[in-house]
């Protein structure tokens, strides 16, 4: 069973704080991804990791930048968190290399609120 | 570019109907992924179904059953005697293989909100 796992549930974080987002996975996949997913916008690509140390912009990018040192792990980081960027994040991943067939899992979200 | 439509946006149905959810697509491609998840009131997307362009064999699995028609570029979804545990937000999504670099990239369309009422 894929297992994707995320640091917290639900954060509640202040305007201009550094917030770090965290999500772990155990089934040695390649493919990492962050999504935001807000009512009436569905999900949207933040964006996404091929390799250890590797990353692609997906379509909003803009006020948040990732990290992946190891394979299992990828976090996404609101260098100075704003009030537009309360949302849900979702992360997933998917198995071998980048390849429209591969099925994406997802973790269980994190409510984040940025008062 | 790439497009998933869910036009409903909510529906609401009494346990033990049927219920079918639309799904909708464009896309350019001759080779390109169709995949239906299920995001429960916890919040976790979980992976129903995967569809490839060549196959429009209908899938039945239980009380569900997807029906792809690549003539009217649709992947829609049918629950049957809907129970309570039904209740959640689905969405239809699409890759596309011929893309290159970003074939791994799934285009969501926005959802539909489905309740079932005991």
């Known amino acids: 069973d894929v297992k994707v796992t995320q640091s917290s549930r639900y954060l509640v974080k202040r305007t201009g704080e550094k917030v770090f987002l965290e999500c772990v996975q155990d089934m040695d996949h390649e493919n990492m991804f962050w999504y935001r997913q807000d009512p009436g916008l569905g999900l949207r690509l933040i964006y996404f990791?091929?390799?250890?140390?590797?990353?692609e912009k997906g379509d909003i990018p803009e006020g948040y930048s990732v990290s992946r040192e190891k394979k299992e792990r990828f976090s996404l980081i609101l260098e100075s968190a704003s009030t537009n960027q309360t949302s849900m994040y979702l992360c997933a991943s998917s198995p071998l290399g980048l390849a429209a067939q591969e099925t994406q899992y997802f973790g269980p979200g994190t409510r984040l609120l940025v008062l | 570019a790439q497009k998933v439509t869910q036009a409903q946006t909510e529906i609401s149905v009494v346990e033990k109907e049927d219920v079918t959810l639309d799904c909708v697509y464009e896309?350019?491609?001759?080779?390109?992924?169709l995949f239906w998840y299920k995001q429960p009131p916890s919040g976790e997307l979980v992976f129903l179904i995967r569809?490839?362009?060549?196959?429009?064999q209908n899938e039945i699995s239980g009380r569900y059953s997807w029906n792809f028609q690549k003539s009217t570029s649709s992947f829609n979804f049918t629950i049957t005697a809907s129970q309570v545990v039904d209740s959640a937000v689905y969405f239809c999504?699409?890759?596309?293989?011929?893309?290159?670099?970003?074939?791994?990239?799934?285009?969501f369309g926005k959802g539909t909100k489905l309740s079932v009422i005991p």
């Open positions: 569809r490839n362009s060549f196959d429009e």
């Open positions: 999504a699409l890759s596309e293989a011929d893309s290159g670099a970003g074939s791994y990239q799934l285009t």
């Open positions: 896309t350019r491609d001759t080779t390109y992924y």
């Open positions: 990791s091929y390799d250890v140390k590797m990353k």
